[in-house]
Nanobody, 123 residues
Framework: VQLQASGGGLVQAGGSLRLSCAASGRTFSMYALAWFRQAPGMEREWIASISWSGGSTYYTDSVKGRFTISRDNAENTVYLQMNSLKPEDTAVYYC?????????????????WGQGTQVTVSS
């Protein structure tokens, strides 16, 4: 599976962005997907996951209620809708895929990674 993230940019605090991650490969629907982010000088942070069917979603507390992860298996794409953005959301955002079932929040649990897309939130 190859992943290509897009949709990042510069936005003012309180604004919204929608990230997309397009995947190649016929087995996309067999993978759980996640978004991670990494701010300068910080460790990579898991922020959201979605099961292979899309029936289960999980979020880290700092984005709960503001971010929504979704997927379209027919389009081989996973999305991250980000609302009410804050300056502390500034980071490079990565999509990732894992064949594991259940919640996986550690980077080593993911086999495939997108290249990252920069999100910058100005105050």
């Amino acid at each position: 599976v190859q992943l290509q993230a897009s949709g990042g940019g510069l936005v003012q605090a309180g604004g919204s962005l929608r990230l997309s991650c397009a995947a190649s490969g016929r087995t996309f629907s067999m993978y759980a997907l996640a978004w991670f982010r990494q701010a300068p000088g910080m460790e990579r942070e898991w922020i959201a996951s979605i099961s292979w069917s899309g029936g289960s979603t999980y979020y880290t507390d700092s984005v709960k209620g503001r971010f929504t992860i979704s997927r379209d298996n027919a389009e081989n794409t996973v999305y991250l809708q980000m609302n009410s953005l804050k300056p502390e959301d500034t980071a490079v955002y990565y999509c990732a895929a894992t064949p594991l079932t259940g919640l996986a929040t550690r980077g080593y649990e993911y086999d495939y990674w997108g290249q990252g897309t920069q999100v910058t939130v100005s105050s």
